[in-house]
T-cell receptor, first 113, second 113 residues
């Protein structure tokens, strides 16, 4: 079963607008990661935020994490048509050399030119 | 290009058959992960190997098995295939040290007819 639930399931915006995606999860985590997937392709890692961090930036990406609410958000600023893809949050639990990423259901983002 | 390779790209087979999917991790990565992505189940973690040993198990059916060889490549074996096994199967690899992101291969699309 999936740990993360993402909201919204689909989002359509105009180029230049900001896109915000939310993720909620259920159990304790070591960190939370966001991945992007273009249709039918492999996932690409975007950003990782550790459980003791509250906010992280990478280029046009801003991720927040609220461990008390077990939620995270991904903000993409000044969106481009090339940002059209599915975005997944993944909770990361590690123990020794074992680790398990549990992915959310994803948000399908469409950026219209 | 993530550096993770998967073969074959596409596989079409009949119910009841057995197939083997192959994955070569990025150079130097000791961990290999297998995921299944389907429309109804989303992206599900199947199993992790680290330096040849099984480390974590997710929602992997008993009909499925995997192994990691001394050269670190991995194979996922799927047997007694059912229609519901049709999915994209991804392999990912990661380095234990440093960053924790996983690098995904392009996937193998399995169609069971």
């Amino acid at each position: 079963s999936q740990q993360g639930e993402e909201d919204p399931q689909a989002l359509s915006i105009q180029e230049g607008e900001n896109a915000t995606m939310n993720c909620s999860y259920k159990t304790s985590i070591n960190n939370l990661q966001w991945y992007r997937q273009n249709s039918g392709r492999g996932l690409v890692h975007l950003i990782l935020i550790r459980s003791n961090e509250r906010e992280k930036h990478s280029g046009r990406l801003r991720v927040t994490l609220d461990t008390s609410k077990k939620s995270s958000s991904l903000l993409i600023t000044a969106s481009r048509a090339a940002d059209t893809a599915s975005y997944f949050c993944a909770t990361d639990v590690e123990w020794g050399s074992a680790r398990q990423l549990t992915f959310g259901s994803g948000t399908q983002l469409t950026v219209l030119p | 290009d993530s550096g993770v390779t998967q073969t074959p790209k596409h596989l079409i087979t009949a119910t009841g058959q057995r197939v083997t999917l192959r994955c070569s991790p990025r150079s130097g990565d000791l961990s290999v992960y297998w995921y299944q992505q389907s429309l109804d189940q989303g992206l599900q973690f199947l199993i992790q190997y680290y330096n040849g040993e099984e480390r974590a198990k997710g929602n992997i059916l008993e009909r499925f098995s995997a192994q990691q060889f001394p050269d670190l490549h991995s194979e996922l074996n799927l047997s007694s295939l059912e229609l519901g096994d049709s999915a994209l199967y991804f392999c990912a690899s990661s380095s234990r040290l440093g960053s924790y992101e996983q690098y995904f291969g392009p996937g193998t699309r399995l169609t069971v007819t």
